[in-house]
């Protein structure tokens, strides 16, 4: 399984918000954010339109405008915002919230479903187990360990 940029840039995108507001309450541009993180200002606008559908970002208008988090980062997972930027994670279409199916009555008795029923349990063990105040935790500690 492989993700896709949506995930990887929008998860640094809010890391770096998490760990730059973590003293203040203060919102920060989405250039800032781009140029941090070397990711075109355009395309983490895009991202971060489902990550404000889902309520985990909040914008302001004005001079003194941009982006914060909407919650608590030790409220929000990985497995919550790479689900909001990709949709399901299951590694095949069998096991997707879409209820798509590998082949109808082949799926029932499909030897590798337990393999895949795993892989995906597996996936969103891990990705539900970290939360953004501990990826924030580890920017800001390697941030400070580089300079």
Do not use: H
Not at 4 to 22: F, I, N, P
């Amino acid at each position: 399984m492989k993700l896709s940029t949506r995930s990887r840039y929008g998860l640094r995108a809010l890391v770096d918000l998490a760990a730059e507001t973590k003293e203040t309450d203060l919102s920060i541009n989405i250039k800032t954010i781009a140029s941090r993180q070397g990711i075109s200002d355009f395309y983490l606008e895009q991202l971060f339109t489902p990550l404000k559908k889902s309520g985990f970002i909040t914008s302001e208008r004005g001079a003194k405008g941009g982006y914060r988090l909407n919650k608590n980062p030790e409220d929000i997972t990985v497995g919550d915002i790479l689900r909001s930027l990709e949709g399901d994670l299951s590694p095949v279409d069998c096991l997707s919230d879409t209820g798509a199916t590998c082949g109808g009555s082949k799926c029932q008795s499909c030897v590798t479903k337990g393999v895949w029923e795993k892989l995906y349990a597996g996936i969103n063990d891990v990705v539900d187990s970290i939360t953004l105040k501990q990826l924030a935790d580890d920017y800001l500690s390697a941030k400070e360990t580089a300079l």
